[in-house]
C-alpha cells in the first residue's frame, strides 16, 4: 500500500517542520490523500498571509484568523486597496471554510504541545435544543465547541440527471 504524503516549505524552500509534524500526524491518522493534499495546500497559504503581514507562525492570534477569512475571499496585498469592479479570485464559502477549519486543526495540534492559539480559536457555549446530545443527553450539563470565524454557506442540493430511451 503507498501512502501518499506532503511537505510544507517556505519561501526559501526550506520544511516548515511544525506544520510537517502535523501533516505526518495526519498520515498516520490515515486521512486520505485528498484531505492531506488540501490542509497542506491549506497551510501554505496561510503561512503565505502570515507572511504578507510579517507575523510569525506562533504568535499569529484569532484576529489574524478573522482577516484570513476576509483575504481568502479577497486576496489583496496588505496596505493596498482593491477596486471594487475588480475581478479576481474569490473563494467560495466552502473553500474558506475548508482552509479555516485546516488551520484550526493545526492549532488544537499545536494546543495540544502547548504551543500557539489553538486554546483562543475555541468558543465554548451551553448546549441548547438543537444540538444532538446522544443517548445520555440532558444527564450531565455540557457545553459544545464552536469556531468563531466561519462564513455563511448555501446548502447545495445534489443534482439528478433524467435518462430518456431514445
Known amino acids: 500500500m503507498r501512502t501518499e504524503t506532503y511537505t510544507v516549505v517556505d519561501g526559501e524552500g526550506r520544511v516548515v517542520e511544525i506544520v510537517d509534524d502535523y501533516l505526518a500526524l495526519c498520515t498516520d491518522r490515515e486521512h486520505s490523500p485528498n484531505t492531506l493534499r488540501a490542509r497542506a495546500f491549506d497551510l501554505k497559504v496561510w503561512l503565505v498571509f502570515l507572511q504578507l503581514l510579517e507575523v510569525d507562525l506562533l504568535t499569529a492570534s484569532p484576529e489574524h484568523v478573522d482577516q484570513f477569512a476576509g483575504w481568502l475571499r479577497r486576496p489583496v496585498q496588505p ?59 440532558g444527564i450531565a450539563e455540557r457545553q459544545v465547541t464552536r469556531r468563531p470565524t466561519r462564513l455563511k454557506q448555501v446548502e447545495r442540493r445534489p443534482g439528478f440527471h433524467r435518462f430518456t430511451n431514445t
Open 79 to 137: 496596505g493596498r486597496l482593491r477596486p471594487a469592479d475588480a475581478d479576481g479570485p474569490a473563494r467560495e464559502p466552502s473553500t474558506v471554510n475548508r482552509a479555516l477549519n485546516s488551520v484550526y486543526m493545526f492549532y488544537e495540534f499545536l494546543a495540544r504541545r502547548g504551543v500557539g492559539m489553538g486554546a483562543q480559536l475555541a468558543h465554548r457555549r451551553a448546549t441548547s435544543t438543537g444540538d444532538h446530545g446522544g443517548f445520555l443527553a
